[in-house]
Nanobody, 124 residues
Framework: QVQLVESGGGLVQAGGSLRLSCAAS????????MGWFRQAPGKEREFVGA????????YYANSVKGRFTISREDTKDTGYLQMNSLKPEDTAVYYC?????????????????WGQGTQVTVSS
């Protein structure tokens, strides 16, 4: 079992930046694909992006491509979501998740471990 804890959320003005962290404990996190998802009030949870176990491959939703960057530091069992040029529509609870899939996947059901989420609020 892997436990995930997100941190780094907060309130930021439009155009600003935040970096979210996802700290893993339990089994070795380096073998898992790591994904980031978000859920805005009244909306379904949606895929933001993911990075595969090696860290060589990433994939992003169109809505964040070019603004968000996912990375991982397996020596620290930590993953990151760097968010730049934030927009009010990026406001949501952000979740990190781990998948046993060897390739990047975007479907929620393919992820086995989830963090509790961290709130990101972007003011206009």
């Amino acid at each position: 079992q892997v436990q995930l804890v997100e941190s780094g959320g907060g309130l930021v003005q439009a155009g600003g930046s935040l970096r979210l962290s996802c700290a893993a404990s339990g089994r070795t996190f380096s073998v898992y694909t790591m994904g980031w998802f978000r859920q805005a009030p009244g909306k379904e949870r949606e895929f933001v992006g993911a990075i595969n176990w090696s860290g060589r491959n990433t994939y992003y939703a169109n809505s964040v491509k070019g603004r968000f960057t996912i990375s991982r530091e397996d020596t620290k069992d930590t993953g990151y979501l760097q968010m730049n040029s934030l927009k009010p529509e990026d406001t949501a609870v952000y979740y990190c998740a781990g998948s046993r899939e060897s390739d990047i996947v975007s479907e929620i059901y393919r992820y086995d471990f989830w963090g509790q989420g961290t709130q990101v609020t972007v003011s206009s």
